[in-house]
């Protein structure tokens, strides 16, 4: 699910990523150590999450709502953000890419958004060059 940003949140966004997330990160495993802490200070667990896209690692499918309950430990989120979720009397890992929050708060929704438009950059440099 693409989101348009007007070039005040873009700006906004980067800014945020930059200073507070990425900073001082000289390779991809400090970029995920520094997302790590940024999503797990600002997302307020437990929350509502719904599917928007389907995943092969993954069960959901798109509309399936579901309970995040927390974080996975550190080293597994070391190629990607995932979310801890019950489903069905189960509780397991998630992409956060795969889930938008349903009903949250500020921070929360900010914070996946942040993580959303992050994965998303190298799509949005592409479509630019065409």
Not at 28 to 47: D, I, N, R
Not at 57 to 78: F, Q, T
């Amino acid at each position: 699910m693409k989101h348009h940003y007007t070039e005040e949140e873009r700006s906004e966004r980067d800014e945020r990523i930059a200073m507070e997330i990425v900073v001082d990160s000289y390779d991809e495993e400090e970029q995920m150590l520094g997302w790590q802490a940024y999503l797990s200070q600002k997302l307020h667990f437990p929350f509502t999450a719904r599917c928007i896209e389907q995943r092969a690692i993954s069960p959901l499918k798109v509309g399936d709502e579901v309970e995040a309950v927390g974080m996975p430990l550190d080293e597994e989120c070391v190629s990607g953000m995932f979310v801890l979720i019950k489903w069905q009397g189960i509780q397991f890992g998630v992409p956060l890419i795969q889930l938008e929050g349903v009903k949250v708060d500020k921070k929360t929704q900010q914070a996946i958004e942040d993580w959303h438009y992050w994965v998303n950059q190298d799509d949005d440099e592409e479509e630019e060059e065409f």
